[in-house]
Nanobody, 119 residues
Framework: VQLVESGGGLVQPGGSLRLSCVASGRTYLITDMGWYRQAPGKERELVAIITSGGSTSYEDSVKGRFTISRDNAKNTVYLQVNSLKLEDTAVYSC??????????????WGQGTQVTVSS
């Protein structure tokens, strides 16, 4: 499975972006999808995740500002990011969990898209 992100960019504090991630290849293996981010000098953190059934969860600092969604017909997951703060600056990477067998899963990652919040 290949994951390709788009939608990052430079935005002022309080602004919005919509990140997209398109999956290709053996997409029938995908279960959960999500977004991680990594800021300079910090560890990668989970931002939001959405299950194949549509259940979502968010990292506390983005609750109420970010919304994750997915379109299974298009093999795409989105992250709507609103009310951006300086501390949201990071590389945002798409993630997919692949059910490769009854008992085994593997993780797939995109290359990442840069989100920079600056005045």
């Amino acid at each position: 499975v290949q994951l390709v992100e788009s939608g990052g960019g430079l935005v002022q504090p309080g602004g919005s972006l919509r990140l997209s991630c398109v999956a290709s290849g053996r997409t029938y293996l995908i279960t959960d999808m999500g977004w991680y981010r990594q800021a300079p000098g910090k560890e990668r953190e989970l931002v939001a995740i959405i299950t194949s059934g549509g259940s979502t969860s968010y990292e506390d600092s983005v609750k109420g500002r970010f919304t994750i969604s997915r379109d299974n017909a298009k093999n795409t997951v989105y992250l709507q990011v609103n009310s951006l703060k300086l501390e949201d600056t990071a590389v945002y990477s798409c993630y997919a969990k692949l059910q490769v067998s009854i008992e085994a899963t593997v993780d797939a990652w995109g290359q990442g898209t840069q989100v920079t919040v600056s005045s």
